[in-house]
């Protein structure tokens, strides 16, 4: 498991190393000290997993994984938190707090060893492609930060992408926040077999189609799985068919 | 606060009431003991209005000199030249208006007041004066009594608040549990300068419970605290942060509220030098300003004074309402941008001077009990 430590404290980075030690199947591949150096080094050194602080000079911990394509797996250290950790949804997330007990720490490994060895590395190509352009996979994750809550979402559980200015509103379980980029750059990054351009506002995923139904002028009217409706335009229509009569 | 001292209403009721009784009065007596005459309700009209005028011109200067915070023994020689200046100066403004208004008559009363019954008149303005004087500040150390009551209250509940909060606010528990993480990997790259943290965290988690339980404390004391305090800082920001300390030892024994100048630094390092990935410098000066009246302390750190309108911060605010209530309007706390360096916050902290050593006679022992650091 290649993990990156990042925290502005060196000392807290020789303590979290100090602590590794007893994991053997753990390596660690580098170290930043605040979220400008990680972000450098997550797309260089393309780890596994971040043991990340929150409290950083500069952007903040959150901060970085919002301006992240996708979010690697996630153990967040923190000193003291009360408000920062109650905001967040449960999933994929663990949270140690410093000093950090042993057994937590196993624990929080444990936990990302499963998410590790689950669904997403099938698919996560570890072939030596330019890492900027390969399509985003269906298990890829992103990190959301809506207001005061944040969430770490599969691409997979996103029904539909929706413009909203120069931001995109994503449309996942009961929640629709909207993410910092625009439907052109995740247009260009998605897995054009799993998320399909409906028309000029919307992208929708393929796999939450509930129903398809003939529209004025040829066009194609789809209800997807949460009864939200899209409308396909005509030009798109004709390419949503083909690719379904392959 | 609806007290006397800030009732204009109550004093404007009070003066037109009594000096219009006193006028009233003055011409009932001549009517009983003289004879009655017409013209004696223009004149006592005249008295009225003037003695009205004087006193009013009296609780101008009154106000404008501070004479309330007087103690007894400063006031009463200056009542008595007010007041003298009153008598004498109400008759000769009477007297004038009286002649004024006879020679407008085209009758006038025949016979004159002779001078000595101005004598007269001017002795009886010096008595009311005395008792107008003693109407006036009667109330308003009454006032300045509830109003100490009433600080003395406030202060047991801020005290009791600042107690209730207790570590939570004082010691920033971000600030505590990252230095207890930083020391525990430190244990294992050089332990003695770990067991040296340890001492600085215990003295400052020891000083920040125990000070509620007194009011201030000597200025070099709470200089250690903020050593300690940097120290640990240190550990945690690195090469990060670089601070110097320059005080006067002439201010050492000035006392002081506990945790201020901590405070002062901890917003430095919180809003200054923590953000920025550079770090930052830190400078605090202590003195006592050229007649050794006030404490003086600067706090220079980089960063940016960005308050937000209408929000300032727990810390501040808390050591602000402190002072506050300790030594009234003659603390201040500002916060500024300096623009020399540039990118410089500048808190300066101004206080008036008191020490133990001046409120109880010099005692080595006591000064020295008061340093040493409790044991156990």
């Given at each position: 498991m290649n993990i990156l430590l990042v925290d502005d404290s060196r000392l807290a980075r020789t303590e979290l190393r100090h602590l590794l030690q007893a994991f053997p199947d753990v390596n660690i591949v580098g170290e930043a000290r605040h979220a400008e150096e990680a972000r450098a080094q997550i797309q260089a050194l393309q780890p596994e997993l971040l043991l990340l602080d929150i409290h950083m000079p500069g952007a903040n911990g959150f901060e970085?994984?919002?301006?992240?394509?996708?979010?690697?797996?996630?153990?967040?250290?923190?000193?003291?938190?009360?408000?920062?950790?109650?905001?967040?949804?449960?999933?994929?997330?663990?949270?140690?707090?410093?000093?950090?007990?042993?057994?937590?720490?196993?624990?929080?490994?444990?936990?990302?060893?499963?998410?590790?060895?689950?669904?997403?590395?099938?698919e996560a190509s570890p072939l030596p492609e330019e890492p900027a352009?390969?399509?985003?996979?269906?298990?890829?994750?992103?990190?959301?930060?809506?207001?005061?809550?944040?969430?770490?979402?599969?691409?997979?559980?996103?029904?539909?992408?929706?413009?909203?200015?120069?931001?995109?509103?994503?449309?996942?379980?009961?929640h629709r926040p909207l993410i910092p980029r625009t439907l052109q750059q995740l247009e260009s990054r998605l897995d054009p077999k799993v998320f399909f351009r409906a028309n000029r506002q919307q992208i929708i995923n393929l796999k939450c189609i509930a129903n398809i139904e003939p529209w004025f002028s040829n066009s194609l009217r789809i209800t997807l799985s949460d009864g939200q409706e899209v409308e396909v335009s005509r030009q798109q229509s004709v390419r949503f068919r083909e690719l379904l009569s392959l | 606060m609806a007290s006397i001292t800030t009732r204009p209403r109550l004093y404007w009721q009070l003066q037109l009431v009594s000096w219009s009784l006193y006028g009233l009065f003055g011409g009932v007596l001549v009517t009983i003991f003289g004879r009655f005459s017409v013209y004696i309700i223009p004149?006592?009209?005249?008295?009225?209005?003037?003695?009205?005028?004087?006193?009013?011109?009296?609780?101008?200067?009154?106000?404008?000199?501070?004479?309330?915070?007087?103690?007894?023994?400063?006031?009463?020689?200056?009542?008595?030249?007010?007041?003298?200046?009153?008598?004498?100066?109400?008759?000769?403004?009477?007297?004038?208006?009286v002649m004024l208004l006879f020679s407008l008559l085209p009758h006038p009363p025949r016979g004159s007041m002779p001078w000595t019954q101005y004598l007269g008149y001017a002795l009886n303005t010096f008595f009311v004066m005395w008792l107008w004087s003693t109407i006036y500040f009667g109330l308003h150390y009454l006032d300045n009594y509830k109003q100490a009551d009433i600080d003395k209250w406030k202060l047991a509940a801020a005290v009791q608040e600042a107690e209730m909060r207790g570590l939570k606010a004082q010691i920033n528990p971000h600030?505590?549990?990252?230095?207890?993480?930083?020391?525990?990997?430190?244990?294992?790259?050089?332990?003695?300068?770990?067991?040296?943290?340890?001492?600085?965290?215990?003295?400052?988690?020891?000083?920040?419970?125990?000070?509620?339980?007194?009011?201030?404390?000597?200025?070099?004391?709470?200089?250690?605290?903020?050593?300690?305090y940097l120290e640990l800082e240190a550990l945690q920001l690195e090469e990060r942060l670089h601070y110097t300390l320059a005080v006067d030892p002439a201010a050492h024994e000035v006392l002081i509220p506990p945790m201020t100048l901590q405070q002062l630094v901890e917003n430095a390092i919180k809003h200054g030098i923590a953000p920025r990935p550079g770090g930052g410098e830190i400078h605090l000066s202590a003195q006592l300003d050229a007649e050794g009246q006030h404490l003086l302390v600067t706090v220079r750190n980089t960063g940016r004074y960005q308050p937000v309108p209408g929000y300032e911060g727990v810390g501040l605010r808390n050591a602000r309402e402190r002072l506050q209530l300790l030594f009234g309007p003659a603390a201040s706390l500002r916060l500024s941008n300096d623009a020399d360096p540039a990118d410089t916050v500048l808190a300066e902290l101004r206080l008036p001077s008191t020490s133990l050593t001046t409120a109880l006679p010099r005692v080595p022992a006591l000064t020295t009990a008061f340093d040493e650091h409790p044991a156990g």
């Open positions: 970085l994984l919002a301006s992240l394509e996708t979010a690697p797996q996630v153990i967040f250290t923190t000193a003291y938190d009360e408000y920062a950790l109650q905001a967040f949804e449960v999933n994929a997330l663990d949270y140690l707090l410093k000093p950090v007990q042993e057994a937590r720490l196993a624990a929080a490994l444990a936990k990302a060893r499963a998410q590790l060895a689950g669904p997403g590395t099938v352009s390969a399509p985003l996979s269906a298990q890829d994750q992103v990190f959301v930060k809506d207001g005061d809550r944040c969430w770490f979402v599969r691409l997979a559980d996103i029904r539909l992408f929706e413009i909203n200015g120069s931001y995109t509103r994503i449309h996942f379980e009961g | 004149v006592e009209v005249f008295v009225t209005v003037t003695l009205i005028g004087l006193s009013h011109l009296l609780r101008q200067y009154v106000r404008r000199h501070g004479w309330v915070r007087l103690p007894v023994l400063a006031l009463l020689p200056r009542l008595l030249g007010a007041h003298l200046l009153i008598a004498i100066l109400s008759q000769v403004i009477i007297g004038l208006l600030f505590m549990f990252n230095g207890l993480n930083n020391i525990r990997a430190l244990v294992l790259e050089n332990p003695a300068r770990a067991r040296d943290m340890i001492t600085h965290l215990s003295d400052l988690l020891r000083y920040s419970i125990q000070l509620n339980s007194t009011e201030k404390v000597p200025l070099a004391r709470e200089l250690e605290i903020v050593r300690h």
